[in-house]
Structure formats: structure tokens, C-alpha cells
């Protein structure tokens, strides 16, 4: 079963590209592969969120900046565009030192990793184990 793929804000939040190429590259390993790249994001991404909402509220743009970079990485190893985009744009924001665009975009980022926890929760993980993925 391919996974699917879910908008927010106009956009697919998991690309789709991406996880074909790493399907043809893993090939009978992908969900394994895949399962555990899903279960590392749900393991250290939340962590890596509060870093970043701390460093926003605190108006601190190195920290903001070096937060937006960890967690945009874990996020676009996953396929997850809306996620790894907001933090690309945070993290230039905050090397320009601008506080007010490094706010919003960072409220859009809040937003988009809620949908997207919620999409592992009960698209990825299998309820019965929460530590095993489910074939995507």
C-alpha cells in the first residue's frame, strides 16, 4: 500500500517523489527503511520543535536559526515539504535578524507539524504497537 498524501495549506505534506525514489533505491527493504525514518522523526522532531518555539519566543535568531536547520533536515528526510520549507524560510529569516517574518512563518511551521504528527499517529503507526510502522 503506497502512502498517501494529505494538503495543508494548499500543499501535499509528503512528497511523493521523493518516497518513490527511495522505494526504487531501497526496493524490499523500503518499509523497513521508511518505518524507521518515521519512527526516528516521532522519537526526536518534537524535541527539535520545542527548541525552535523557545529560541521564537525568546526573539533569539541564533538559536531560531540553528533550531529551524535540525528540524527542517529531519523533516525533508521524510518527504515532509510544508514542515522543511517553513523552516527553510524561518532560518533565512532569522540570519536577516527578522523578528516579526521569523514569528509568522514560525506559526505556519506549528501548524503544519501538528497535521502532520496527527498523519503519523494514525496513518503511520500502527495503533496496536505504537512503535511499529505500517507498510506504506
Known sequence: ????????????????????????????GFDAMIGQLFKLYRDNAPAAFETLKTAVASEKADQAQTAAHALKSMSLTIGEKAVGE???????????????????????????????????????????????????
Request: proline share 1%; with cysteine; glycine share 6%.
Open 1 to 28: 500500500e503506497q502512502m498517501g498524501e494529505i494538503p495543508v495549506s494548499g500543499e501535499t505534506v509528503l512528497d511523493e517523489t521523493l518516497l518513490d525514489n527511495l522505494r526504487e533505491i531501497a526496493g524490499d
Open 86 to 136: 517553513g523552516c527553510q524560510r524561518l532560518e533565512n529569516s532569522a540570519k536577516m535578524q527578522q523578528t516579526d517574518d521569523v514569528a509568522e512563518i514560525f506559526a505556519e511551521i506549528a501548524k503544519n507539524f501538528d497535521v502532520l504528527n496527527k498523519y503519523l499517529e494514525t496513518e503511520v503507526f500502527d495503533e496496536a504497537d505504537e512503535n511499529t510502522a505500517i507498510a506504506v
